[in-house]
């Protein structure tokens, strides 16, 4: 059975209820999938990372103890209180760009949002973070594009979530990525929390591989992220990671499991659901935002993915 490894961070002034919430989400999901007795289904294990005296995070817990392994992702709970400088020593930061770097995905609760934004990863990219915070936040990190009207912004590689308990919808999207929309269900179901039925119908948010180990892949794959794949070529992403386009094209599908052009529709169909659920802009400024010159070119590729059409998907799922 595959093992994979979800990172939690103790920092001062986390919200414990949030780590050991998380933790109890993650083995009631791996509960329920042992019940469907498919060795496809991996086994999460769970690890609680604390920051020392030198900013420095070490594992403190492990679910399933076992040989260490890259992690597929860390989370960054919230806090109760404001954040502070020292909650980001230099050492933690860059802690957190190595394992971004590494192929992890980060999530951030709340604070944990400022968290990544602090570290420089969230430059340029879309996020959201609790509403108390929105506005210094904006002045903070302008290099951020905050939305902070949206309960959760998945990007791929980074996901923010705006609400204190906001972590149950995390640790669900997670669950859902790895074990698929009916254990993410089922776990939800259990627990007696709330989960975005988009999800489970029309199949998962994009969730790109990153843990593969390729890292020139790895470097395109997060350039992709941050332009959104809009405009984009082959050739540009080839340089992008330094390598020869035919050399590129293989060691791109051998990595991601998909074509280039095919990993680029995805993305752009993963940034197409969130605005038709968060906003009222019309489809064809959305197709035209994710990068469709042509509306009925972003159309096909919408439906084929979700199963829907933008509108229907809208009208379904719009909150």
Known sequence: MVVVELGVLIYPGAQLA???????????????AADYQSAQLPRLRVSH?????????????????????????????PSIGEFTEDQAPPALLEWIRQQHAAGAVLGGVC????????????????????????KSFAARY????????????????????AGLMAWSELGLRLVDRLMGPSIAADTARFLVIEHSDSASQCGSNFA??????????LKAQHWL???????????AMAQEAGLEERTFLRRFRSATGLKPTEYC???????????????????????????????????????????????????????
Not at 55 to 68: E, K, L, N
Not at 146 to 161: M, N, R, S, W
Not at 284 to 312: C, M, N
Request: one cysteine or more.
């Open 265 to 319: 529709q995805h993305l752009r169909v993963g940034k197409a659901r969130q605005m038709l659920e968060f906003t009222n802009a019309t489809v064809d400024h959305i197709a035209w935002t994710v990068g469709y010159q042509d509306p009925s070119a972003f159309r096909a590729p919408f439906k084929k993915i979700t199963g829907l059409a933008p509108s229907e998907y809208r009208s379904r799922f719009g909150v």
């Open 111 to 134: 604070i944990g949002s400022i968290m990544l934004a602090c570290s420089g990863l969230l430059d340029g990219r879309s996020a959201t973070t609790h509403w108390s915070s929105a």
């Open 225 to 235: 992220q941050v332009s959104g794949a809009v405009d984009v070529s082959v050739a």
């Open 142 to 161: 302008p290099a951020v594009r905050l939305e902070a009207d949206k309960p959760i912004v998945d990007d791929g590689d980074l996901i923010t979530t």
């Open 208 to 217: 790109p591989i990153l843990g593969h180990g390729d890292a020139a892949i």
């Open 49 to 77: 990372w604390q920051v020392d005296a030198t900013g420095t995070p070490i594992r403190v817990f492990s679910s399933h103890p076992g040989p260490d392994q890259p992690m597929m992702a860390v989370l960054v709970p």
């Open 18 to 32: 949030a780590v050991h919430g998380l933790t109890d989400l993650f083995g009631v999901a791996n509960r329920i």
